[in-house]
Protein backbone atom coordinates (compact mmCIF):
# COMPACT_ATOMS: atom_id res chain seq x y z
CA UNK A 1 0.00 0.00 0.00
CA UNK A 2 1.23 3.64 -0.96
CA UNK A 3 1.42 5.80 1.92
CA UNK A 4 1.61 9.67 2.19
CA UNK A 5 2.46 11.08 5.17
CA UNK A 6 2.06 14.35 6.89
CA UNK A 7 1.90 15.83 10.50
CA UNK A 8 -1.67 16.26 11.02
CA UNK A 9 -0.62 19.97 13.02
CA UNK A 10 -2.37 22.25 14.09
CA UNK A 11 0.35 24.09 12.96
CA UNK A 12 0.53 27.19 14.60
CA UNK A 13 2.20 30.47 12.85
CA UNK A 14 1.90 34.20 14.18
CA UNK A 15 1.05 36.17 10.92
CA UNK A 16 3.99 37.67 8.25
CA UNK A 17 5.89 34.34 9.60
CA UNK A 18 6.97 31.38 6.80
CA UNK A 19 5.24 28.07 7.54
CA UNK A 20 6.45 25.12 6.47
CA UNK A 21 4.50 22.15 5.86
CA UNK A 22 6.35 18.78 4.93
CA UNK A 23 5.10 15.42 3.40
CA UNK A 24 7.13 12.25 3.06
CA UNK A 25 6.06 9.67 0.39
CA UNK A 26 6.65 5.71 0.04
CA UNK A 27 6.38 5.46 -3.81
CA UNK A 28 9.75 5.70 -5.10
CA UNK A 29 8.27 5.44 -8.63
CA UNK A 30 6.27 8.54 -7.94
CA UNK A 31 6.67 11.46 -10.26
CA UNK A 32 3.88 14.42 -9.39
CA UNK A 33 3.68 16.23 -6.65
CA UNK A 34 1.29 18.20 -5.65
CA UNK A 35 -0.24 20.98 -2.61
CA UNK A 36 -4.31 21.48 -2.27
CA UNK A 37 -5.85 23.80 -0.18
CA UNK A 38 -8.95 23.14 1.88
CA UNK A 39 -10.93 25.17 3.85
CA UNK A 40 -13.08 24.28 6.70
CA UNK A 41 -16.33 22.62 4.85
CA UNK A 42 -15.37 23.34 1.15
CA UNK A 43 -13.44 20.98 -1.49
CA UNK A 44 -9.70 20.68 -1.83
CA UNK A 45 -7.88 23.93 -4.17
CA UNK A 46 -4.86 22.93 -6.49
CA UNK A 47 -1.95 25.81 -5.09
CA UNK A 48 1.35 24.26 -6.07
CA UNK A 49 2.72 21.42 -8.03
CA UNK A 50 6.07 20.12 -8.89
CA UNK A 51 7.70 17.48 -10.97
CA UNK A 52 11.66 18.20 -10.76
CA UNK A 53 13.98 17.84 -8.26
CA UNK A 54 14.33 21.48 -6.22
CA UNK A 55 12.54 24.45 -5.62
CA UNK A 56 9.86 25.89 -7.75
CA UNK A 57 8.22 29.23 -6.56
CA UNK A 58 4.71 30.79 -6.92
CA UNK A 59 4.00 34.07 -5.25
CA UNK A 60 4.21 33.65 -1.60
CA UNK A 61 4.53 29.43 -2.02
CA UNK A 62 7.48 27.55 -3.00
CA UNK A 63 7.45 23.92 -2.96
CA UNK A 64 10.66 21.69 -2.53
CA UNK A 65 11.16 18.34 -3.76
CA UNK A 66 13.78 16.10 -2.96
CA UNK A 67 13.27 12.33 -4.81
CA UNK A 68 16.30 10.94 -3.19
CA UNK A 69 14.65 11.23 0.41
CA UNK A 70 11.38 11.12 -0.78
CA UNK A 71 10.14 14.31 0.94
CA UNK A 72 8.44 17.42 -0.59
CA UNK A 73 7.66 20.57 1.38
CA UNK A 74 5.70 23.80 1.06
CA UNK A 75 6.84 27.04 2.44
CA UNK A 76 4.37 29.94 2.86
CA UNK A 77 6.51 33.12 3.09
CA UNK A 78 4.22 36.06 4.93
CA UNK A 79 1.37 34.03 6.40
CA UNK A 80 -1.41 35.47 6.19
CA UNK A 81 -4.79 34.89 8.52
CA UNK A 82 -6.65 33.86 5.10
CA UNK A 83 -3.81 31.18 4.88
CA UNK A 84 -5.92 29.21 7.67
CA UNK A 85 -6.86 26.02 6.29
CA UNK A 86 -5.97 22.33 5.79
CA UNK A 87 -3.00 21.51 3.57
CA UNK A 88 -3.28 17.88 1.60
CA UNK A 89 0.11 16.76 -0.09
CA UNK A 90 -0.93 14.30 -3.15
CA UNK A 91 1.86 12.28 -4.98
CA UNK A 92 0.72 10.16 -8.21
CA UNK A 93 1.24 6.11 -7.94
CA UNK A 94 2.40 4.29 -11.67
CA UNK A 95 -0.10 0.90 -9.70
CA UNK A 96 -3.27 3.62 -10.08
CA UNK A 97 -2.71 4.93 -13.54
CA UNK A 98 -4.03 9.07 -12.90
CA UNK A 99 -4.82 8.82 -9.77
CA UNK A 100 -3.70 10.27 -6.96
CA UNK A 101 -2.72 9.31 -3.09
CA UNK A 102 -3.24 12.02 -0.20
CA UNK A 103 -1.79 12.53 3.04
CA UNK A 104 -3.98 13.58 5.72
CA UNK A 105 -3.26 16.87 5.51
CA UNK A 106 -2.14 19.13 8.07
CA UNK A 107 -4.49 22.44 9.88
CA UNK A 108 -2.46 25.60 9.60
CA UNK A 109 -3.14 28.28 11.86
CA UNK A 110 -2.84 31.87 11.12
CA UNK A 111 -2.59 33.87 14.22
CA UNK A 112 -2.91 37.73 13.99
CA UNK B 1 -17.48 28.99 -17.65
CA UNK B 2 -15.12 26.22 -17.25
CA UNK B 3 -15.81 23.62 -14.31
CA UNK B 4 -16.67 20.70 -12.24
CA UNK B 5 -20.41 20.64 -11.01
CA UNK B 6 -21.71 18.51 -8.23
CA UNK B 7 -25.78 17.91 -7.50
CA UNK B 8 -26.85 18.04 -4.93
CA UNK B 9 -24.98 19.80 -2.10
CA UNK B 10 -26.54 17.29 0.97
CA UNK B 11 -28.23 14.29 0.29
CA UNK B 12 -29.90 12.23 2.96
CA UNK B 13 -30.23 8.31 2.66
CA UNK B 14 -32.45 6.04 4.47
CA UNK B 15 -31.01 2.65 5.19
CA UNK B 16 -31.49 0.01 2.50
CA UNK B 17 -31.70 2.83 -0.10
CA UNK B 18 -29.94 3.11 -3.31
CA UNK B 19 -28.58 7.03 -3.83
CA UNK B 20 -26.98 8.44 -6.69
CA UNK B 21 -24.28 11.45 -6.81
CA UNK B 22 -23.50 13.49 -9.96
CA UNK B 23 -20.43 14.73 -11.60
CA UNK B 24 -20.21 16.77 -14.33
CA UNK B 25 -17.27 18.51 -16.31
CA UNK B 26 -17.22 20.79 -19.37
CA UNK B 27 -13.29 20.98 -19.31
CA UNK B 28 -12.73 18.56 -21.63
CA UNK B 29 -10.83 16.23 -19.56
CA UNK B 30 -10.25 12.44 -19.90
CA UNK B 31 -9.46 11.12 -16.72
CA UNK B 32 -12.38 11.39 -13.77
CA UNK B 33 -12.50 10.22 -10.21
CA UNK B 34 -14.49 9.78 -6.95
CA UNK B 35 -12.90 10.60 -3.31
CA UNK B 36 -14.68 10.23 0.21
CA UNK B 37 -13.22 12.10 3.06
CA UNK B 38 -14.34 11.36 6.36
CA UNK B 39 -13.73 14.31 9.25
CA UNK B 40 -10.09 14.59 10.24
CA UNK B 41 -9.14 12.10 7.35
CA UNK B 42 -7.60 12.56 3.69
CA UNK B 43 -8.57 11.79 0.40
CA UNK B 44 -9.65 7.83 -0.40
CA UNK B 45 -9.92 6.44 -4.21
CA UNK B 46 -13.52 5.56 -4.52
CA UNK B 47 -13.61 4.94 -8.09
CA UNK B 48 -11.97 6.70 -11.15
CA UNK B 49 -11.99 6.61 -14.72
CA UNK B 50 -9.54 7.14 -17.48
CA UNK B 51 -11.73 6.94 -21.05
CA UNK B 52 -15.32 6.82 -21.52
CA UNK B 53 -16.48 3.16 -20.87
CA UNK B 54 -13.61 2.60 -18.55
CA UNK B 55 -13.24 2.31 -15.10
CA UNK B 56 -11.00 0.88 -12.42
CA UNK B 57 -11.60 0.28 -8.60
CA UNK B 58 -9.84 2.28 -5.91
CA UNK B 59 -9.17 1.69 -2.73
CA UNK B 60 -12.58 1.74 -1.12
CA UNK B 61 -14.64 0.67 -4.36
CA UNK B 62 -17.43 -1.85 -1.91
CA UNK B 63 -20.55 -0.62 -2.10
CA UNK B 64 -20.18 1.73 -4.87
CA UNK B 65 -20.79 1.38 -8.01
CA UNK B 66 -19.85 3.89 -11.11
CA UNK B 67 -20.66 4.42 -15.00
CA UNK B 68 -18.67 6.39 -18.06
CA UNK B 69 -21.20 6.65 -20.70
CA UNK B 70 -20.08 9.98 -22.06
CA UNK B 71 -17.20 12.17 -21.75
CA UNK B 72 -18.64 14.85 -19.11
CA UNK B 73 -20.33 12.62 -16.59
CA UNK B 74 -19.04 10.37 -13.91
CA UNK B 75 -21.78 9.26 -11.63
CA UNK B 76 -21.33 7.35 -8.58
CA UNK B 77 -24.19 5.02 -7.08
CA UNK B 78 -24.05 4.43 -3.48
CA UNK B 79 -25.60 1.14 -2.58
CA UNK B 80 -27.24 -0.64 0.28
CA UNK B 81 -24.08 -2.70 0.70
CA UNK B 82 -21.92 0.61 1.76
CA UNK B 83 -22.47 -0.05 5.52
CA UNK B 84 -20.76 3.35 6.55
CA UNK B 85 -21.72 5.86 3.96
CA UNK B 86 -21.92 9.15 6.02
CA UNK B 87 -18.79 11.04 4.26
CA UNK B 88 -18.30 13.91 1.88
CA UNK B 89 -17.77 12.57 -1.36
CA UNK B 90 -15.57 14.26 -3.92
CA UNK B 91 -15.43 14.36 -7.83
CA UNK B 92 -12.42 15.19 -9.63
CA UNK B 93 -11.19 15.63 -13.30
CA UNK B 94 -8.19 15.90 -15.00
CA UNK B 95 -5.99 16.03 -17.69
CA UNK B 96 -3.19 14.09 -18.92
CA UNK B 97 -1.06 15.91 -16.71
CA UNK B 98 -2.53 14.47 -13.58
CA UNK B 99 -3.37 17.93 -12.27
CA UNK B 100 -6.28 17.41 -10.85
CA UNK B 101 -9.24 19.76 -10.17
CA UNK B 102 -11.86 19.43 -7.90
CA UNK B 103 -16.10 19.46 -7.85
CA UNK B 104 -17.83 21.56 -4.85
CA UNK B 105 -18.31 17.94 -3.24
CA UNK B 106 -21.33 16.46 -1.82
CA UNK B 107 -22.62 15.66 2.11
CA UNK B 108 -24.39 12.34 2.12
CA UNK B 109 -25.78 11.35 5.94
CA UNK B 110 -27.96 8.30 6.45
CA UNK B 111 -30.41 8.95 8.35
Known sequence: QKEVEQNSG????????IASLNCTYSDRGSQSFFWYRQY??????LIMFIYSNGDKEDGRFTAQLNKASQYV??????S?????ATYLCAVNSLEAGTALIFGKGTTLSVSS | DGGITQSPKYLF???GQNVTLSCEQN???????????????????????????DFQKGDIAEGYSV???KKESFPLTVTSAQKNPTA????????????????????LTVL
Open chain 1, 10 to 17: PLSVPEGA
Open chain 1, 40 to 45: SGKSPE
Open chain 1, 73 to 78: SLLIRD
Open chain 1, 80 to 84: QPSDS
Open chain 2, 13 to 15: RKE
Open chain 2, 27 to 53: LNHDAMYWYRQDPGQGLRLIYYSQIVN
Open chain 2, 67 to 69: SRE
Open chain 2, 88 to 107: FYLCASSSRANEQFFGPGTR
